[in-house]
T-cell receptor, first 113, second 114 residues
Framework: AQSVTQPDIHITVSEGASLELRCNYSYGATPYLFWYVQSPGQGLQLLLKYFSGDTLVQGIKGFEAEFKRSQSSFNLRKPSVHWSDAAEYFCAVPKAAGNKLTFGGGTRVLVKP | DGGITQSPKYLFRKEGQNVTLSCEQNLNHDAMYWYRQDPGQGLRLIYYSQIVNDFQKGDIAEGYSVSREKKESFPLTVTSAQKNPTAFYLC?????????????FGAGTRLSVL
């Protein structure tokens, strides 16, 4: 069965510092991969997606992610975080049948002034 | 504005009571989904519907029921059989039930037990 793991439950970063969130997946073939962001008490917003091709994908809000097949990873990065980046971030993989998403447990990001 | 509307934002359930969460979309999407979110567990799929008048159980369907009588509406009922209903519930939709279709989410309903 496919699974998605986000090893870090919480990350605290200073404003202006770089950020990297880890995502590992277990899947038989090359999966489609998504990163979503959730502000407190809100729904999820898509940051970026990977289907195929270039393994470095750009998203909204200055985020990027790199797909590494050899490491079964799809880590999310941002060079310089802003206070508004404080949120919870979810990595997800869809099952082809029915487009059912399997989510990682999420990483909560706190931004220090 | 196109989007997904969930109501109410907050809901309280008494012991033995059924409650219904509303989800409406005006995106003309075929597929709709209900997820439950608990702290530290990510989101788990309750039910999904690929097309009107059809729906399937997700990973945690016990104690929940749904209907899909209209394309734009996918209400979720939390029945008294659901012994631990306190959670944040998110509705989503996608244009088609295919893995390349992005899911768009509503703002959620927070359900608590009195």
């Amino acid at each position: 069965a496919q699974s998605v793991t986000q090893p870090d439950i919480h990350i605290t970063v200073s404003e202006g510092a770089s950020l990297e969130l880890r995502c590992n997946y277990s899947y038989g073939a090359t999966p489609y991969l998504f990163w979503y962001v959730q502000s407190p008490g809100q729904g999820l917003q898509l940051l970026l997606k990977y289907f195929s091709g270039d393994t470095l994908v750009q998203g909204i809000k200055g985020f990027e992610a790199e797909f590494k097949r050899s490491q079964s990873s799809f880590n999310l990065r941002k060079p310089s975080v802003h206070w508004s980046d404080a949120a919870e971030y979810f990595c997800a993989v869809p099952k082809a049948a029915g487009n059912k998403l399997t989510f990682g447990g999420g990483t909560r990001v706190l931004v220090k002034p | 504005d196109g989007g997904i509307t969930q109501s109410p934002k907050y809901l309280f359930r008494k012991e033995g009571q059924n409650v219904t969460l509303s989800c409406e979309q005006n995106l003309n999407h075929d597929a709709m989904y209900w997820y439950r979110q608990d702290p530290g567990q990510g989101l788990r799929l309750i039910y999904y519907s690929q097309i009107v008048n059809d729906f399937q159980k997700g990973d945690i369907a016990e104690g929940y029921s749904v209907s899909r009588e209209k394309k734009e509406s996918f209400p979720l009922t939390v029945t008294s059989a659901q012994k631990n209903p306190t959670a944040f519930y998110l509705c989503a939709s996608s244009m088609e039930p295919d893995a390349k279709n992005i899911q768009y989410f509503g703002a959620g309903t927070r359900l608590s037990v009195l």
